[in-house]
């Protein structure tokens, strides 16, 4: 199930200069589906990226760290290869190992070395990762690399997903054209078991490192961290941007209005990408933004926002379309902020306003409520009144399909 | 619906002397229900409570907070009324107002000030507390005052609960008879929008105030603290602990074999009334021990406990018997401890050795994993050997009811 329509993902999504895919069917998990993408740099390219805070971070997860740690200007990162139906975490010592070994097949087939290919997993946690297949899935992933398959990189790296996720933009920043591509996948922690949330972002214009690394935190920050649809954090989240170099303009400071112009462009192309993965959210109906307002803090406006976000109360009234806005004043009081004057608290509905000094508004009509919450779309809006810091997150509604699909046995 | 059969309720508690209670159906909400409860002190009787920590918590509890702090020797708590039907919560001044004005009127009809009465209210948040139909009923409530009256009492505080919770006992402490009996209600933070747990308990010994402030904090620490179903802490949670001292044991000292004695019989029978509020959880069909052993600290091993509890994977996971249990995995890495060392930790459900050192136990085999998960009461244990700290929860699964019950328009 998604949410309405999804946001549109266009079959023609623009290629990026510098990066080619390529994917095959490498029968991880079943038989007949992409299940296997290799993504190529060319020279010149920087790559950064953010993962999980998980303590269980799976396998792959440790070694792309370790990889982008050994990488050097003579050694860049010249691959990543990312395999679905098999998550490869809670696999030990045998994980680590299974992973290198993907790493040092791709690495000798590109003739380039280990440590220049980042490994992705994605599926089934606890089990073994089938290496010999992914192995055996490789060469035909090379053989139809084509800087033009950014469509079929989507559709590859789904698991549960219901649509493939992807965006693409030109833009002239400072006279130069750059062209930004990217692709996520995720959709709940995920049934069966799996760990989830991938995303990958490449543009043509060339960064340094170290702006690179601050560029995809920032980035990561106002999408990808910014939205839950259980509350539960996988074990493979990795966001990964690449600049290829490859294209017109070239960023040399951060702050130059060109990286200003960048930084923005990546972020509302992140947060696109971001977005889809909560329409496209186990069971969902409903795409909720909540956003809170006047706060001390943006730490704090996080924490209520977050609290309204994974109260299941909240989001099951959501699904019923039901204006049951007591739900959402209790959600605020127990996120944690020890501090909060209830009493000056306003709570708003998209246009509607509910609650007034933290009490049911006097002019709230219930109608005016329901009208709001048969939408698809809604904003929550809370104003605490005590400083100028703001934070959104987006999520979805609690249905009986997320259950449905989540108690699924494993298939 | 509830796990199994509930824990026996038997009709026949004990009556503890220094307590009587009334009931009264006051129509509330909804005529033709026990929905007014009082219960009356004798003097000699110490009273302490424990409160709900939601910033957006309820005028009763407000109220109750302010009269416990002006009780003296001469002028003590002396008696609690209870309506459901109306949390009286998000109701701002006019909700003190009309809460203080339960209170005197309770005062003037037992010749108390109104100081000496403590009010509690649960049901629907944001909407005015009837507070003429409560006075109304009061009369009624007092001519059917008596000490025999719990499961009664048991039944006036019900409000989406499908079943009463009580328990009660007898114990010797030093010789010395003691009778202690108890009441809970709550499933959930409560259709439709209910502001939930209430909890009371009565004994005859003779406790003095400050030792009984940290008895029931004690208690409450060990059952009411550690049960969750949606993790929605409500505006109207509190737990009451009266010591009538109208009994033969009379305590004088924390450093008393008697006391602690008392205490653990306290915290035994505060757990058995937690326990049948997870079993009536909201759409509940299993009860789940979390426990969680060898941390640094209770507040870790806490922690980890309801990151499992909490998360909506684990729990579909129990309701569909699936031993999907790299979710447990997964929830156990992002609670937050973040030194934990996951290639050290051990998971058994019931017996079964599930994960040996942060991987699949090589000996684990499905079968067992699943014939564990088919039962309808099971227990989780997490080893972190990290430490000597210990903490267990007690939760139940999220099942299709849960999103029904939740998601139905308020009636």
């Known amino acids: 199930m998604a949410v309405n329509s999804p946001l549109p993902v266009s ?7 510098g990066i080619e895919l390529g994917y095959a069917e490498a029968g991880v998990r079943k038989a007949n589906r992409k299940d296997l993408l290799v993504m190529k740099l060319a020279p ?23 990889h982008l740690e050994q990488a050097t200007d003579a050694a860049p990162i010249r691959a990543l290869v990312i395999n679905t139906g098999n998550a490869n975490a809670g696999t030990g010592e045998e994980g680590l190992a299974r992973a ?76 130069k054209k750059v062209v930004m591509t990217g692709i996520s996948k995720g959709a709940g922690m995920i049934k069966p078991n799996m760990a989830t949330m991938l ?40 966001f990964m941007l690449i600049a290829t170099g490859a294209g017109e303009l070239e960023i040399t400071s951060a702050d130059s209005a060109e990286y200003k112009e ?17 329409r496209d959210g186990e069971g969902a109906t409903k795409f909720i933004e909540v956003t809170v307002e006047d706060g001390k803090s943006v730490e704090e406006c996080r924490k209520i926002a977050y609290s309204i976000g994974h109260s299941p109360l909240v989001k099951t009234a959501f699904f019923a379309s039901d204006p049951n806005l007591g739900r959402i004043l209790a959600a605020i009081g127990y ?12 709570l708003y509905l ?7 000094n933290g009490g049911r508004n006097p002019d709230y009509k219930e109608e ?13 809006r809370v104003k605490l009144a005590r400083g100028t810091a703001k934070a959104s997150i987006w999520t979805c509604d609690l249905s009986h399909d997320y259950v449905t699909i989540n108690a699924d046995y494993r298939s």
């Not at 996120?335 to 306003?346: E, H, I, M």
């Open 11 to 17: 079959a023609d999504l623009k290629p990026v200069a």
């Open 44 to 66: 010149g390219a920087t790559i950064a990226g953010v993962f999980t805070l998980n303590r269980f971070c799976a396998a792959p997860v440790q070694v792309c760290k370790t």
């Open 100 to 175: 290198n070994a993907t790493c040092a097949e791709l690495a000798g087939l590109l003739g380039v070395k280990p440590e220049q290919v980042l490994p992705f997993s994605t599926g089934v946690i606890l089990e073994p990762l089938p290496v010999e297949r992914i192995k055996a899935g490789l060469p035909a992933a090379i053989a139809n690399l084509k800087t033009d398959n950014w469509f079929a990189a989507a559709e590859s790296i789904m698991t549960t997903d219901t649509q493939p996720k992807a965006a693409s933009r030109t833009l002239t920043i400072g006279g």
């Open 199 to 238: 995303g990958y972002l490449a543009f043509d214009a060339k960064v340094p490192q170290a702006l690179l690394n601050q560029l995809v935190k920032d980035a990561a920050d106002q999408s990808f961290n910014c939205i839950t649809i259980d509350g539960d954090t996988s074990t493979n989240d990795s």
């Open 262 to 278: 960048l930084a923005a462009a990546v972020s509302a192309l992140s947060q696109n990408l971001a977005h889809q993965i909560v």
């Open 335 to 346: 996120a944690g902020v020890d501090d909060l004057d209830v009493s000056k608290l306003n």
């Open 350 to 356: 998209d246009d509607v306003w509910v609650a007034k």
């Open 368 to 380: 005016d409520g329901q009208r709001v919450m048969k939408k698809s779309e809604i904003v929550v």
